[in-house]
């Protein structure tokens, strides 16, 4: 079995995947001075036989460590992950079907956007509920791709 550890979710090391979705960085004020517009976070994507779509996600909750052997990619579309409640939750990624996958832990109040395309794990909330909005592309063409790896990998604890 292969291990992996967790590292912190960052814009910097998240970028090659996708965008961190967080209020920090600029802003404007917005509704009279009380809200804090952190505007354009993330690029969506589609394709051209698609449209936005917002789903609601109630994943189980898993622990660390924990044991995957499937990654999957969109590759039609970006795909966001907006937790619904100030949990942490894992996200792995990799650069390829045959890469080694990395993994982030969320600090609780961060969502992503994966970029089209991109290898991935499936939802991973850390507690319950793992209820999640997802704003990904919504057509009538399959957009799931998925590999199994010959080998499981582990996530350990941070």
Not at 70 to 79: A, M, N, V
Not at 83 to 100: E, N, S, Y
């Amino acid at each position: 079995m292969r291990h992996i550890r967790p590292q912190p979710l960052t814009a910097a090391a998240f970028a090659p995947f996708g965008e961190v979705l967080e209020a920090s960085g600029d802003f404007r004020l917005i509704n009279a001075g009380l809200c804090k517009r952190h505007h354009d976070r993330a690029q969506m994507e589609f394709g051209p036989e698609g449209r936005a779509g917002i789903s609601i996600f109630n994943a189980e909750p898993r622990a660390l460590p924990y044991a995957f052997d499937l990654i999957e990619r969109h590759p039609d579309g970006s795909q966001a992950f907006l937790p619904m409640t100030q949990h942490p939750f894992l996200v792995i990624v990799a650069t390829g079907p045959d890469a080694p996958p990395q993994a982030f832990l969320t600090n609780g109040a961060q969502g992503i956007n994966l970029h089209r395309g991109t290898w991935h794990g499936v939802l991973t909330p850390l507690h319950a509920p793992g209820l999640f909005a997802v704003v990904d592309r919504i057509g009538d063409t399959a957009n799931l791709q998925e590999h199994r790896f010959t080998e499981e990998w582990t996530v350990l604890a941070p």
